[in-house]
């Protein structure tokens, strides 16, 4: 069995919430993640992840959106250390981007939030700042329930992300 999820199952529950919490911020989802333990393997536990994802609605969606900083800022204060962390290096291909592309992605961060009422959430592990930008472009046409869902996809996705990277898988 992976350590770090043995450890995790015998965890007591506030250290395996804040676990969990650095994973995803909707404390609804990790509450539930906790509350499903013991997990037997990786597998079942990244499973669950995403089925008990499945069960999250709008409010726990924006509980998990708003511990993400926006493209190319580095914190928030919704954050643990450990997301923040981790937001760093996967928006790490904005630290090379030109200074038009930043400035049109915090442009687009503004008229993304003033839209749609949340943060620009994306996927950005192997994407690069200007991908991400056309992503925002793309994404800005949408109208709010669809972006909502889409918003919450990207999220499942780096749920998954950082759950392997907080196994050390």
């Known amino acids: 069995m992976n350590p770090v999820l043995a450890a995790w199952n015998e965890a007591d529950e506030n250290s395996a919430l804040a676990a969990m919490l650095a994973c995803c911020g909707a404390r609804?989802?990790?509450?539930?993640?906790?509350?499903?333990?013991?997990f037997a393997s990786v597998g079942e536990m990244k499973t669950a992840a995403n089925s008990v994802w499945t069960t999250m609605a709008g409010p726990d969606w924006?509980?998990?959106?708003?511990?993400?900083?926006?493209?190319?800022?580095r914190k928030t204060a919704d954050a643990s250390a450990q997301s923040t962390a981790w937001s760093k290096q996967e928006q790490s291909s904005t630290a090379a981007a030109s200074d038009s592309t930043l400035a049109a992605i915090a442009a687009g961060n503004a008229e993304y939030?003033?839209?749609?009422?949340?943060?620009?959430?994306?996927?950005?592990?192997?994407?690069?700042?200007e991908e991400m930008l056309a992503i925002l472009q793309r994404r800005l046409t949408s109208d709010r329930a669809a972006e909502l869902?889409?918003?919450?996809?990207?999220?499942?996705?780096?749920?998954?992300?950082?759950l392997t990277k907080w196994l050390g898988e």
Not at 28 to 38: I, S, T
């Open 113 to 129: 939030e003033k839209l749609f009422g949340f943060t620009y959430i994306v996927c950005a592990t192997g994407k690069s700042a």
């Open 28 to 38: 609804r989802w990790a509450q539930a993640m906790v509350d499903l333990r013991p």
């Open 62 to 73: 924006l509980d998990a959106f708003a511990c993400h900083p926006r493209i190319g800022k």
């Open 149 to 162: 869902r889409e918003a919450a996809e990207q999220q499942r996705q780096i749920t998954q992300i950082r």
